[in-house]
């Protein structure tokens, strides 16, 4: 039984990650092509400055998560997906960075390096995050031993850069209602039919990917044996119908409520078809690592659960007063600030 709840865990963590961060991540990719001036791109800084870092806390947490309750599964999983995780560390360190230097210097070409340090440090990320995780749905080249047969080439199938483009789509939408949300003006009305347009894309990769997944992976097993997974893939409809339905009413909040459910919903659809497996083996199923022979001991896993149900409603408790704080829009008077980014 607790494996299953950490197997829960482990995907709700990861929903949380890609719900709050996916906004940041598709904020800071749209930046260069959405803000027409320095002030714009200013309030776009700001929209996502106070609150990217305490975003992450939820990639560390479901990154030690995976650590502690299932340790074979991080080992093979930082093995096999080395390198695209390290592209994703120094994308994100780099990402950090540019918060925090390009206001150092009041030079036009030093803003312009540190904004294509942003652009970068947002879209690898979520189109890294999408390929390895698109990769884990579809199965690893693992042995017996938790040897991957393989390399950086072999996670970039069509399947893998679905997922890596869905991802990417995913984030871009929500970053644009997020930029909608925190601005005014020509700035707000150009984040909501940036919004609406790739909201089209965003539903067309939707499609390619429940589809594609029904011939590179395994995910639908579970659906056709459990009934009732199936409210999971209709929740996540839903909410990608509701986006679109918001956006027309320029109800942003509402929207962006609606693509965070499309985004847990999303995640959710992958997670519930692996189970019971974390990665399956394309090579040898029997090589499979399931939340059974790759998890911690009993007592390890009821001690993290007593540390989560005591800390995790604090980190909560603590994000949701931090979003309360900062929940106004971004004025062009705010920018004065000497705490401005």
């Known amino acids: 039984m607790l494996n299953i709840i950490w197997f829960i865990l482990w995907g709700l963590l990861w929903a949380i990650y890609f719900m709050l961060d996916g906004f940041d991540l598709g904020a800071g990719t749209l930046m260069p092509f959405i803000a027409k001036n320095e002030d714009e791109k200013r309030v776009i800084y700001n929209a996502m400055g106070p609150l990217w870092d305490g975003n992450e806390v939820w990639l560390i947490t479901a990154g030690g998560v995976t650590f502690a309750a299932f340790p074979t599964t991080y080992a093979v999983?930082?093995?096999?997906?080395y390198s695209a995780l390290l592209l994703l560390l120094f994308a994100l360190i780099v990402r950090g960075v540019s918060f925090e230097f390009r206001g150092k210097v009041q030079s036009e070409s030093w803003k312009k390096v540190w904004d294509f340090c942003m652009f970068i440090g947002?879209?690898?990320?979520?189109?890294?995050?999408?390929?390895?995780?698109?990769?884990?749905?579809?199965?690893?080249?693992?042995?017996?031993?938790?040897?991957?047969?393989?390399?950086?080439?072999?996670?970039?199938?069509?399947?893998?850069?679905?997922?890596?483009?869905?991802?990417?789509?995913?984030?871009?939408?929500?970053?644009?209602?997020?930029?909608?949300?925190?601005?005014?003006?020509?700035?707000?009305?150009?984040?909501?039919?940036?919004?609406?347009?790739?909201?089209v894309l965003e539903l067309i990769f939707a499609v390619i990917f429940l589809i594609a997944s029904a011939f590179a992976t395994n995910l639908w097993k579970n659906y056709t044996k459990h009934?009732?997974?199936?409210?999971?893939?209709?929740?996540?409809?839903?909410?990608?119908?509701?986006?679109k339905v918001y956006l027309v009413k320029k109800s942003y909040w509402k929207a962006w409520f609606s693509s965070a459910l499309f985004i847990v919903m999303a995640t959710f659809f992958g997670v519930a078809g692996l189970y019971p497996n974390m990665i399956p083996s394309s090579l040898d199923p029997s090589a499979s690592l399931t939340i059974y022979n790759s998890s911690s001991s009993?007592?390890?896993l009821k001690v993290m659960l007593v540390v989560a149900i005591i800390f995790v409603p604090i980190v909560i408790g603590y994000q949701l007063w931090v979003y309360n704080l900062f929940k106004g829009k971004i004025k062009k008077e705010d920018l004065s600030y000497e705490e401005a980014y």
């Not at 999983?77 to 997906?81: D, E």
């Not at 483009?165 to 707000?188: C, N, P, R, T």
């Not at 009934?227 to 986006?243: H, R, S």
């Open 77 to 81: 999983m930082f093995n096999g997906l």
């Open 122 to 199: 947002s879209f690898l990320p979520a189109l890294l995050l999408g390929v390895a995780f698109a990769n884990i749905f579809k199965g690893l080249p693992i042995d017996k031993d938790g040897i991957f047969h393989g390399g950086l080439f072999t996670l970039l199938n069509i399947y893998g850069l679905i997922g890596g483009v869905l991802f990417v789509l995913m984030f871009l939408v929500h970053g644009a209602i997020w930029i909608a949300i925190k601005s005014e003006g020509e700035l707000h009305e150009r984040a909501g039919n940036t919004a609406n347009k790739i909201w």
């Open 227 to 243: 009934i009732l997974l199936w409210i999971i893939p209709l929740l996540a409809v839903l909410g990608l119908i509701l986006i």
């Open 298 to 300: 009993p007592l390890t």
